[in-house]
T-cell receptor, first 110, second 113 residues
Framework: SQQGEEDPQALSIQEGENATMNCSYK?????LQWYRQNSGRGLVHLIL?????REKHSGRLRVTLDTSKKSSSLLITASRAADTASYFC??????????FGEGTQLTVNP | GAGVSQTPSNKVTEKGKYVELRCDPI?????LYWYRQSLGQGPEFLIY????????DSGLPNDRFFAVRPEGSVSTLKIQRTERGDSAVYLC???????????FGPGTRLLVL
């Protein structure tokens, strides 16, 4: 079925290190959104990247999109313990629904 | 401004009972979405409203699930004859347009005993 698939499933790093999470999908998208979720509750929107964009930045976050490879990556630089969370990519295919994978669980150790 | 709000934050019910979950979207957002998230999984789409009408309800798992948005703002997700498998966090999101950022509420955690 259509959905984004995050890789790795889990990532553990030290504070100050960079964290890279990847997302792959199988069919053409209109846009792709990245979200963060703490403690299994509400999702916090991080970045929306459109299909005609290749890179976007927001603070310590950098998102890239390669539509030829059907993949996206989220880079968090200079990570902090507060960045510990689950991160989801959500491609938007045709229609308006977002399709989520199982996420990457990031742990940043102090 | 205020974000998406959902009530109740937690709901415990017994198998076979009827429940209603409420979502207040961001003011002015025409699009409203319901998702369901089980433990360890990503959110799963249920239904999308554009204004008062359900533009896509293909994610509703069966006819026990129904949602309304009568005035194009607040939405209610209704679940009849609840089953233990309905236990999950129900998330609501809204956006200013169908191609724009979806902003999520804190969710309602439903537990069916």
């Amino acid at each position: 079925s259509q959905q984004g698939e995050e890789d790795p499933q889990a990532l553990s790093i030290q504070e100050g290190e960079n964290a890279t999470m990847n997302c792959s999908y199988k069919t053409s998208i209109n846009n792709l959104q990245w979200y963060r979720q703490n403690s299994g509750r509400g999702l916090v929107h991080l970045i929306l990247i459109r299909s005609n964009e290749r890179e976007k930045h927001s603070g310590r976050l950098r998102v890239t999109l390669d539509t030829s490879k059907k993949s996206s990556s989220l880079l968090i630089t200079a990570s902090r313990a507060a960045d510990t969370a689950s991160y989801f990519c959500a491609p938007r295919f045709s229609g308006s629904r977002l399709t989520f994978g199982e996420g990457t669980q990031l742990t940043v150790n102090p | 401004g205020a974000g998406v709000s959902q009530t109740p934050s937690n709901k415990v019910t017994e198998k076979g009972k009827y429940v209603e979950l409420r979502c207040d979207p961001i003011s002015g957002h025409t699009a409203l979405y319901w998702y369901r998230q089980s433990l360890g999984q990503g959110p799963e789409f249920l239904i999308y409203f554009q204004g008062t009408g359900a533009a896509d309800d293909s994610g509703l798992p069966n006819d026990r699930f129904f949602a309304v948005r009568p005035e194009g703002s607040v939405s209610t997700l209704k679940i009849q004859r609840t089953e233990r498998g309905d236990s999950a966090v129900y998330l609501c999101a809204s956006s200013s347009g169908s191609e724009e950022t979806q902003y999520f509420g804190p969710g309602t955690r439903l537990l069916v005993l």
